[in-house]
């Protein structure tokens, strides 16, 4: 940091990590000037352009310039609204991410990808722009509710998934309850992640694999944000349940084994709520997936898989079989 003798530091965070990170986060770094805390309202209904353009404001208010440097301190939706912010503010600041979630440290905060959900479809305004770095300290975790770090765990699992067989079962094998096997499963997840993006930045090709599991949890993530009747999900719950349904579309269009098939919904079903959903519930998630941002053309792109690590991209799947899916997952609860 004094290394880069910035004008001003800025601090984006929201009222949860605020409250439960500041602490930590100032006993253990320092800056050569103070640094200016900007906090927005927590959860995922608020990552919106409108929090954007108070962001932009009070930068602007506060004097920020080119040579300013802008710190996310916080989860996924910390660090993906405030990676934007910073790369629009003036034509780009330099930015820092230092996720203190397990999602944000394996998958959001890593990779460079920064937006905003539009309404209730998620992440359609954004740019791709990596952090100077990206600072994991896994004492971050020890803040997080339960539920927070199990919704994280849906990307270590689906970097299992996509990767090899040996780190899905290191992965299905965690005792969260250990600090160290944890940090090396996060830096094992990190490593997997990274080599993905490094070959494929653009996501043209390979990088799509880690959409595995994320084109229909998208969508049930929006048409749960959207209605407000229906149980609202965390991320990582509705990627669960879309790697669920991935791995049913994958069994019925590329033999993925029903062994592991079983194991995925064994291993989902442990740790995650796996809500039912009605048949217009269901219809209403099929329409949602015209906004994928991964579909060409107007045909909706899924990624699928024969086994671990070998993936099928850009699947253009039947509605019926998207259905199919959705009964088999809703039969898991009968």
């Given at each position: ?75 996924g939706v910390v ?41 209730y479809l998620k ?212």
């Amino acid at each position: 940091m004094e290394a880069l003798d910035p004008s001003k530091v800025f601090v984006i965070t929201d009222t949860h990590t605020r409250q439960h990170c500041s602490t930590l986060f100032q006993k253990h770094y320092d800056f050569p000037v103070t640094p200016i805390f900007l906090e927005m309202p927590a959860g995922e209904i608020n990552k919106k352009i409108d929090q954007c353009v108070t962001f932009w404001n009070e930068l602007s208010q506060y004097g920020a310039d080119r040579h300013s440097v802008c710190i996310h301190l916080g989860g996924g939706v910390v660090t993906d609204l405030g990676g934007f912010v910073a790369s629009t503010f003036k034509r780009g600041i330099t930015f820092i991410n230092i996720p203190t979630s397990l999602l944000a440290m394996v998958d959001a905060a890593v990779g460079g990808k920064n937006g905003v959900d539009l309404g209730y479809l998620k992440n359609q305004i954004g740019v791709i722009q990596d952090p100077l770095f990206t600072l994991i300290d896994i004492d971050f975790l020890d803040t997080l509710p339960e539920e927070e770090l199990i919704s994280g765990y849906a990307e270590i699992l689906k970097h299992g998934l996509i990767h090899s067989k040996e780190y899905w079962e290191k992965a299905v094998a965690i005792d969260f309850s250990n600090k160290s096997q944890l940090e090396q499963l996060v830096w094992d997840s990190i490593e997997i992640k990274h080599d993905i993006v490094r070959k494929d930045p653009r996501e043209k090709g390979l990088r799509k694999t880690l959409n595995f599991g994320h084109t229909l949890g998208h969508a049930i993530e929006s048409y749960c944000l959207k209605e407000k009747d229906h149980q609202t999900l965390l991320h990582g719950e509705a990627v669960a349940i879309g790697i669920i349904l991935a791995c049913h579309l994958s069994f019925q269009r590329h033999e993925f084994p029903e062994a592991i098939l079983t194991d995925v919904c064994d291993t989902i079903q442990k740790h995650y709520p796996t809500p039912f959903f009605s048949k217009t519930a269901i219809h209403e998630i099929v329409e949602l997936l015209a906004f994928d941002k991964k579909n060409d053309r107007g045909k909706v792109c899924f990624v699928l898989l024969s086994d671990f690590g070998t993936h099928v991209i850009d699947c253009e799947v039947p509605t019926e079989q998207i259905f199919l899916a959705f009964e088999f997952y809703n039969k898991l609860n009968s």
